[in-house]
């Protein structure tokens, strides 16, 4: 069993920053992809990024690239999301996943363990 914990959400001036963490327990966590999520009010979850074990490859949704970050600290057990020059449609609850069996990236149906998410809200 993997238990995943986001934190760092909170509300942020239009073009402003903010950086996600995402612990995951779990003496193998070096082994997982892992990505985040995002779900606005009355929208579906949608892919944000993700990053490979090891840390060599990352993915993102084209309408954060450049904008956003995705990196991990193995030793920490911990994935971030660092998000630069934030939008008002950034705004929604953010998730973390592990993918312990291989998938794509991008679909969440590839990942097993999600956390509760946090909220980020971008006023404008």
């Known amino acids: 069993q993997v238990q995943v914990v986001e934190s760092g959400g909170g509300l942020v001036q239009a073009g402003g920053s903010l950086r996600l963490s995402c612990a995951a327990s779990g003496r193998t966590f070096s082994s997982y992809a892992m990505g985040w999520f995002r779900q606005a009010p009355g929208k579906e979850r949608d892919f944000v990024a993700a990053?490979?074990?090891?840390?060599?490859?990352?993915y993102y949704a084209d309408s954060v690239k450049g904008r956003f970050t995705i990196s991990r600290d193995n030793a920490k057990n911990t994935v971030y999301l660092q998000m630069n020059s934030l939008k008002p449609e950034d705004t929604a609850v953010y998730y973390c996943a592990a993918q312990v069996r291989s998938g794509l990236y991008n679909d969440m149906r590839s990942y097993d363990y999600w956390g509760l998410g946090t909220q980020v809200t971008v006023s404008s």
């Open positions: 990053i490979v074990w090891s840390g060599g490859s990352t």
